[in-house]
Structure formats: C-alpha cells, structure tokens
C-alpha cells in the first residue's frame, strides 16, 4: 500500500517526514510503470505541489507535475519514498543546495553513453513541497535550461526544451507529454 493511501491526502502532507520504506525500485523500470500506473490520490498530492511551483517559479504545473510522475512512478520509487526526492535530484559536489536538507547514497545506472552501474548521492528533502519547489528553483536559476524559459506559455515545447537538457533518454520530452495528455495535466496550468 502506497503512503498516500495509508494516511490519507491530507495526514500525508501533515505527515511527510513518517514515510515507511519502500522496495527499491530500478529508475528505468519506474519510468515505464509510470506511464500506465494512473493514481488520483498521488495526483491530488502532486497536482496542488505543481500549481504552488507555477504560481512561485512561473513555469507549467502540467509539466512539473507530469515529470514528478515520470521520475518517481507515481511517487512509489524508493527515492521519493525514503527522500522525499520526486525528481531524481543529485547532489552536486555533494552538497544539497538551498532546499534539500542533505544527501544519500543510492546504487544507480549512468549512461554516458554505455550504461553502467554506479552509485550517487541523491537529495533529501523534508516534505513533497520541498522536492517540488526545488525543481522549480532550479529550472529556473541553471544556466542548462535558461533556453527553455521563453516557452513557458507552450507546456509542450517547454518540456521538449528542458529534456534536451535534462534526461539523456531520446525520447524523454514525449514520455512526459503522453504523461500529460493521457492524464490531461494541461488543466493544471489552468487558473481556479
């Protein structure tokens, strides 16, 4: 059972720093369980998180919420789990940045180009809120994705850009639109 379903909507922001551990989950094999595992109770986690991000950072809550989707199978990845971590954040020169709260070592797969084992340090946050307003933070402030900002009036070509950028998988950009258009996201980026 998925923590969302055992605390409820509202217990789960409430009580994020209480998350049981999960199995561990391969990155790859999560991002295919994403796209046909639908789950409305991890969307109405998701959906408000990616909506705070567009109202702070101004870019399109349907791609947030759709990469969160990607990235952690529906918020069941051991990453999001144990850390909170809804988009596969690394630490960088080991340091988590301003937001995330520190770094754990998972066992992971690099592909430059060969895939090969290896093992990196991932963010840790303390809530969803805080996994989410990181992403927005650094899509926003990084110099990688500064040529995707002029299109964050178009959902689609904005994550066509940031994938360029973002995944090395060639067809990451329509992973995340078939996330959208499958689970109609695109309302999220709707005024309430």
């Not at 409820?8 to 999560?30: F, I, K, M, R, S």
């Not at 805080?130 to 959902?155: N, Q």
């Amino acid at each position: 059972m998925r923590w969302w379903t055992v605390a409820g909507v509202t217990g789960a922001l409430l009580c994020a720093l209480a998350l049981p551990a999960a199995a561990e989950v391969d990155q790859a094999a999560v991002r295919e369980d994403a796209q046909s595992d639908f789950d409305p109770e991890y969307l109405a986690l998701a959906g408000p998180a990616a909506r705070a991000v567009a109202e702070e950072y101004g870019i399109p809550a349907s791609v947030t919420a759709a990469q969160s989707i990607l990235e952690s199978g529906w918020g069941g990845s051991k990453l999001a789990v144990e850390q909170r971590n809804f988009f596969g954040f690394k630490c960088v020169k080991d340091r988590p940045g301003p937001i995330a709260t520190g770094c754990h070592e998972y066992p992971t797969t690099e592909c430059t180009p060969e895939c090969q084992p290896a093992v990196a340090r991932f963010r840790v946050y303390e809530s969803m809120t805080d996994s989410f307003r990181d992403y927005g933070r650094l899509i926003t402030t990084s110099k990688y994705y500064a040529h995707a900002l002029p299109f964050v009036a178009d959902a689609d070509a904005f994550i066509t850009e940031v994938a360029k950028r973002y995944a090395t998988d060639p067809e990451y950009a329509e992973k995340v639109i078939r996330l959208m258009v499958e689970h109609d996201l695109y309302r999220l980026d709707a005024p309430e």
